[in-house]
Nanobody, 117 residues
Framework: QVQLVESGGGLVQAGGSLRLSCAASGSIGSVNYMGWYRQLPGKLREFVASISTGGTTKYADSVKGRFSISGDNAQNTVYLQMNSLKPEDTGDYYC???????????WGQGTQVTVSS
């Protein structure tokens, strides 16, 4: 089992920045990727960014150039630095972990991001 705890959400004005953190614990040796999804109001959950254990990153087109994902292996923590935030980034952000010993993803509890115009 892998446990994920997110933090760092909140309210920010358009153009501002937030940094989300996701601390992992448990069987983290089985994890290949960690990253973030988000669920915008009235929409399905969508991919935001991921990072592999080797440091390879991927981003959704909608956040490229504005968001940056990074990892701290010593702290078993993944970060999502979100810059130039827009009102359309408002939603619930979920950390996930992709383990090679389990088909389903592990999910955190979610953290809310609100960007005011």
């Amino acid at each position: 089992q892998v446990q994920l705890v997110e933090s760092g959400g909140g309210l920010v004005q358009a153009g501002g920045s937030l940094r989300l953190s996701c601390a992992a614990s448990g069987s983290i040796g089985s994890v290949n990727y960690m990253g973030w999804y988000r669920q915008l109001p009235g929409k399905l959950r969508e991919f935001v960014a991921s990072i592999s254990t080797g440091g390879t990153t991927k981003y959704a087109d909608s956040v490229k150039g504005r968001f940056s994902i990074s990892g701290d292996n010593a702290q078993n923590t993944v970060y999502l630095q979100m810059n130039s935030l827009k009102p359309e980034d408002t939603g619930d952000y979920y950390c996930y972990a992709d383990s090679r010993v389990r088909v389903d993803l592990y999910w955190g509890q979610g953290t809310q991001v609100t960007v005011s115009s």
